[in-house]
C-alpha cells in the first residue's frame, strides 16, 4: 500500500491512489516535474480529479451544448489537429464554413442577391463576435465624424443593463461608452423607447439582445429600428443596430418565423449568434454576419500568404481547431429546417413542463416570458425566512447546478433562480427536478428563519451607528451564515 503524505503537502503536490502501481511518489502541484511518469499515471491522475467537475448534463446555468451524436464527435476528432487558419492548406474546412456564413445568412434574411455570397467570419464564440461586429461600427462612425470634421474622441453604445459581460468587455478594451438603460421590476429587457432617447451623434449603434441571459426575453427589436429610424430622418444621423443573437438567433427563425428582428429590418446591420448555444455544438464557435459588403470596412481585414496563398482574415484570434466549425456545418445539414424546429419545440415542451410544475408548488414567480429562449427563470414569492441563494446551494447536493443571482440596475432588488432548458434536458430530468425542488423547500422549512435585522441589511456600527448594506452584501452573508449552520449538523459518520 502507498503510504500517504502528511497534509501540509497536500496543497503543493497531487496523488493518486490508482496511479500508485505505475508511480509511488507524489508531484508538484505548480511545478512541471523533473522526469516523466507513464502515460497512464498521467492520465490516471487527470481523470480522478475530474470526477469532481459538476456534470455538464445537470449544469442548468448554462447555455452551452453538453451533447452531440457519436457521429458528429467523431468528425470533430478526426479534425482535431487541423488548424482552422490555414485556409491554403485546408480548403475543404474553409469551404465548410463558408457555406455555413451563407446557411446563417440567408436564415436571418440577409438580402443577398442570386449568386452573391454573405458577408461574414466563424468566431470562438459570440464574445469575440461582438468584439468584431463592435470594432466595425466604431471605425465606420470615425470614418464618417473625419470626414465632417467632426471630433471622435468620445464613441458610445446604447444597450440595456440586462447585456452579457462581453458588451462591458468591448466597451473597455476598445474605449467606448456604455449607456445602459436602467431595468424595472417586472421588465427585465431593454426599453426601445428609452433606448433611443440615450442615441446622440457620438452612438455608433444600439445593441439589441435576442434572448436575455436574465430571463430568456426577446427584446423588441422592430419597435427599436422604427423608433430609430424616426430620430435619425430629425436628427441626420444614421444610427444602426447590431442584434445580440448569442441565444435566440438559432431559435426565433425556427419557432417564430413571423418575428421581425433580423435583416429584414434596414437599420440592423449586423447579428452575431452562438454556434455553441442552440446551434447544438460543443463550446467553442460563434458567428457573426453583416447586412451587407459595405457594413465590413475593407481595412479591418487583413491580408497574408506565409500559410500559402492570399487569405484574408479578420479575427481577435488567429489559429484555433477546425472542430466545430466542422460539426456547425454537420448540424447544419443533418438537422435542417425541420431537425431545428423539432429539437426547439421540444426545449419549449420541456420548459412548460418545469414551468407548471413550479407554478403549482404556489411557493415561486415566474419571470420568464413564453415566447423567447426555452428556460424557466423563478423567484421565491416569500423570501423573509429564507432566499433563492439557499435554494440554489441546497440543489447542488443532488447534482443539479441552478444558479441564483440578483438582477441588474435599478432592479437589483429582485433575486432570480433560472434553469436552462437545453436539448438533452428532458422531461423526465424537468419532472426529477420538480421533486428535487419540492425536498428543497422541506427540509428549508425545517431550518431556522434568517435573523430579522439581516433581512433588512441594517448591522450596528463599532460607533452605534446605523450601517445599510447593499441587496447583494445581504444575501452573500445570511448565506454563509446558513451554510455553517448546515455543516454543524452534519455530525453523522458514513462508514
Known sequence: MVISKTASDSDVSVHSTFASRYVRSSLPRFKMGESSIPKEAAYQIINDELMLDGNPRLNLASFVTTWMEPECDKLMMDAINKNYVDMDEYPVTTELQNRCVNMIAHLFNAPLRDSETAVGVGTVGSSEAIMLAGIA???????????????????????????????????????????????????????????????DENTICVAAILGSTLNGEFEDVKLLNDLLIEKNKKTGWDTPIHVDAASGGFIAPFLYPELEWDFRLPLVKSINVSGHKYGLVYAGIGWVIWRTKEDLPEELIFHINYLGADQPTFTLNFSKGSSQVIAQYYQLIRLGYEGYRNVMENCCENAIVLREGLEKMGRFKIVSKDNGVPLVAFSLKDNSCHDEFEVSDMLRRFGWIVPAYTMPADAQHVTVLRVVIREDFSRTLAERLIIDITKVLHELDALPAKISAKINGVEKGLNGTVVKKTVLETQREITDVWKKFVKARKTQVIC
Do not use: H
Open 137 to 199: 461600427f466604431k471605425r465606420k462612425w470615425q470614418k464618417k465624424r473625419k470626414a465632417e470634421g467632426k471630433s471622435v474622441d468620445k464613441p458610445n453604445i446604447v444597450t440595456g443593463a440586462n447585456v452579457q459581460v462581453c458588451w462591458e468587455k468591448f466597451a473597455n478594451y476598445f474605449e467606448v461608452e456604455l449607456k445602459e438603460v436602467k431595468l424595472r421590476e417586472d421588465y427585465y429587457v431593454m426599453d426601445p423607447v428609452k433606448a433611443v432617447e440615450l442615441v
